[in-house]
């Protein structure tokens, strides 16, 4: 890793590993980003106690800037380590479907107590708690999906629509976000898509997305 250039850190969801951001880590590659995969626990740690162990893991990292790739849950965590710790290194966020509102689904599942323990505490924890809004000198961009095929329409039969099938377009509005698009995918595809990777590259070195390309 050439420690001249800026880092970017994915980070994965709700129930998985950092194996699961693999193809986003080689589209950026491909791209010319240094790109490495962080791996939590997303269910049994709070998202307080994954905050403080992302933080630490940035400050590991020799690079000049390092920017942060979240999807769902991993967005989250990304926000809440910045909130605690303005002083990480400075880099740029794209956030890819990331409940940052509220989650419908999420609440749906914390309604029954089998639910509520594979929800997991740090989604309990941000449901719970006030959102942090500002982000100084964090340039933030978010990315929802519009294909409304997805786990969460299983579990939330309800489901506001559009959304990515987990996490509705409402969902990821941001006020400090200083872009977005919404793309036709759904919440897992997200991490598959080559047109999803084209637009967080472009963002990460534009600070703005490739509205030219199309969206939805």
């Not at 978010?142 to 786990?151: E, T, Y």
């Not at 099938?165 to 080559?194: F, K, Q, Y």
Request: aromatic share 6%; proline share 6%.
């Amino acid at each position: 890793m050439n420690a001249q250039r800026a880092t970017v850190v994915l980070v994965h969801g709700l129930w998985v590993r950092g194996a699961l951001m693999g193809l986003q880590r080689h589209y950026l590659a491909r791209a010319g980003f240094d790109a490495v995969s962080y791996s939590y626990p997303s269910v049994r740690l709070t998202l307080s106690e994954n905050a403080v162990r992302l933080a630490q893991f940035a400050r590991t990292l020799a690079a000049p800037r390092v920017h942060w790739v979240g999807h769902s849950l991993g967005g989250l965590v990304i926000l809440h380590a910045l909130e605690r710790e303005p002083a990480l290194p400075p880099g740029r966020v794209v956030l890819l479907g990331v409940p940052y509102r509220d989650s419908y689904a999420g609440r749906v599942l914390a309604g029954n107590t089998l639910g509520a323990r594979a929800l997991g505490r740090s989604m309990r924890e941000w449901l719970e708690s006030p959102k942090p809004a500002a982000f100084p000198g964090r340039e933030i961009g978010v990315i929802a999906g519009s294909v409304g095929v997805g786990l969460g329409r299983m579990v939330a039969r309800g489901l506001p629509q559009p959304s990515d099938g987990v996490v509705t377009v409402a969902e990821t509005e941001l006020e400090a976000a200083c872009d977005r698009i919404v793309l036709p995918v759904n919440h897992t595809g997200m991490l598959l898509s080559r047109r999803v990777a084209h637009q967080v590259g472009a963002f990460l070195r534009d600070g703005r997305f490739d509205h030219a390309a199309g969206h939805v």
